[in-house]
């Protein structure tokens, strides 16, 4: 599972981030729909970036006495959200050690497209299921291979896909890991969305505000980019969004 070039955190990207990526309102959606299931509920989100969904969920769930507590391995990561949403209970940790939280203290934990950075999931669900109460759940927002086909930066960057496919867990490996660390049941759900293109959404494509972009040759990225802006120029043109949600119950006291 390896791939030809590093993302950095640490360095710029963390501000392209904060400035051209945002809280999808789909995402949010179904991420609000789980936490409803709970009375003042505890989230939880690893791997939060620049603190986009922390904060919306903050102020979705504050009014019933809900509480987000989140963390990040990059340290530049971090000092954005605290930048851009202060007051988010932030913290730096690797989501693939222990994590900073004691036992048993949320109801749901969750993660956005971080999934694919994590390569011991028996390591990752296992901390889920300790830090979660019995009954509560891991909701983990990644993109399946039907995902990563049908996406718009496929269809502009097809040299994306052999390295997202060789980062991304299938979805049954997921599941696989989730049932080994006790959660059950299991299942997925699937969130689909097209717009039109404007200008906000080629920015964020020419400012490589997307990691898959940072994985392909410079030249494969400008020859996309030129096929991505003659095609908004063209108009009008479409912009889809694909998400997969694979989630699991915890059993057990």
Sequence with gaps: MRVSKRIDYE?????????????????LGKL????SRYEAPRLVEVG??????????????APSGGEVSDFDKAQAMLEQARSKHPGLNVCQADAEG?????DHCADLAFSVDVIHY????????????????????????TDSEEDIAGRTITRFFPETVPHELARYHPVRRLAA????????PTGTDHTSYETEMVEASVER?????YSSLRLIADE???RGLAKLEAAWAAGPCQIVELYTYCWGVREGA
């Design 98 to 102: 222990q994590w900073p939280l004691p």
């Design 205 to 209: 494509f020419r400012q490589r505000a």
């Design 220 to 222: 494969e990225y400008r």
């Design 177 to 184: 890991a989730m049932g080994r660390a006790g959660f059950g």
């Design 32 to 35: 609000a729909a789980y936490a």
């Design 118 to 141: 994590i390569r011991d999931l028996d390591q990752y669900f296992g901390e889920a299921r300790r830090v979660l109460r019995p009954g509560g759940m891991v909701v983990t927002v």
């Design 48 to 61: 939060c970036g620049t603190g986009d969904y922390a904060a919306a969920l903050r102020f979705l769930v």
């Design 11 to 27: 360095g710029a990207l963390s501000g392209v981030y904060a400035r051209y990526r945002a809280a999808s309102p789909r995402i």
